[in-house]
């Protein structure tokens, strides 16, 4: 596979903990597990976006090059959007730097998709939770897919709503989205330049924006793994999942 750019999204002042990309885990920051998870898919190049001089010196330790983006990037995709406008690859994989435990194969699965499937804009990942309270959480974003894949909506709502409590509806689970997007380039183009939706806006999530304007997104179907770093708990949530599940790096 060639054509495809990896870009890594890392804003060094996030709200709830800053800095996080660069926290240790397990003697290595977050962002340098996401980096070497991209650079094992051999897809092409990797690069790191972000608004922090700190975040490039960093990147520069473990071999990674980092690009200082503009202060006007409202979000990470518009952040990768910047990165990539003066590339060539005609696909670009969007992986967040607060995902310590995205997979190579997750990552490989997106962009086969994306090549693969000529009526993808955006690819992305989800995978199957099992029907209990956690899955009320917020933060869990669910899919609602149709049985080619394609996204039909995306909410932190309990979607599908199961209005009867049967055995057999129990056992269906839910689609928990992951935050990986694989991109064409029109698409991603059409898409940073889109003005936010009114979906967008209620939910908080800008993927919406891409569906409500008429986009394909379809998921391809991974397996679960560790958390995203969001707080200092998942911090320390993610340091006992590596040693729980003897992670080599």
């Known amino acids: 596979m060639n054509n495809v750019l990896i870009v890594i999204p890392a804003r060094y002042g996030s709200s709830r903990l800053p800095g996080k990309i660069l926290k240790p885990l397990c003697g290595k920051p977050v962002i340098q597990h996401v980096y070497e998870a991209c650079q ?3 897809l092409g190049d ?3 976006a972000t608004e922090s001089p ?3 010196e960093a990147a520069a330790t473990f071999g990674a090059k980092a690009v200082l983006t503009s202060e006007a990037c409202k979000s990470g995709t518009d952040r990768v959007f910047e990165v990539a406008k003066n590339r060539t690859e005609q696909f670009i994989i969007n992986v967040q730097g ?3 435990f995205i997979q190579t194969k997750t990552v490989l699965s997106v962009a086969n998709l994306l090549q693969q499937d000529p009526a993808c804009d955006i690819a992305t990942a989800a995978f199957a939770r099992p029907d209990t309270e956690e899955v009320d959480n917020p933060n869990i974003v ?4 149709a049985k080619d894949g394609r996204a039909l909506y995306f909410s932190r709502s309990r979607v599908p709503y199961k209005r009867e409590k049967t055995a057999e509806n129990v056992r269906i689970p839910y689609w928990h989205h992951c935050g990986i997007y694989g991109y064409r380039r029109a698409a991603l183009e059409r898409f940073v330049n889109l003005p936010e939706s009114p979906l967008e806006k ?4 800008e993927q919406l924006r891409a569906l409500e304007d008429g986009m394909i997104i379809k998921c391809t179907e991974i397996q679960p793994s560790g958390p995203a770093i969001d707080t200092a708990e998942d911090l320390a949530n993610a340091e006992a999942y590596y040693l729980k599940h003897n992670i080599q790096s």
């Open 202 to 205: 209620l939910e908080r999530l």
């Open 98 to 100: 607060d995902e310590p």
């Open 40 to 42: 094992k898919t051999g």
């Open 142 to 145: 669910k899919a609602v897919l």
């Open 54 to 56: 700190i975040v490039v």
């Open 46 to 48: 990797v690069l790191i």
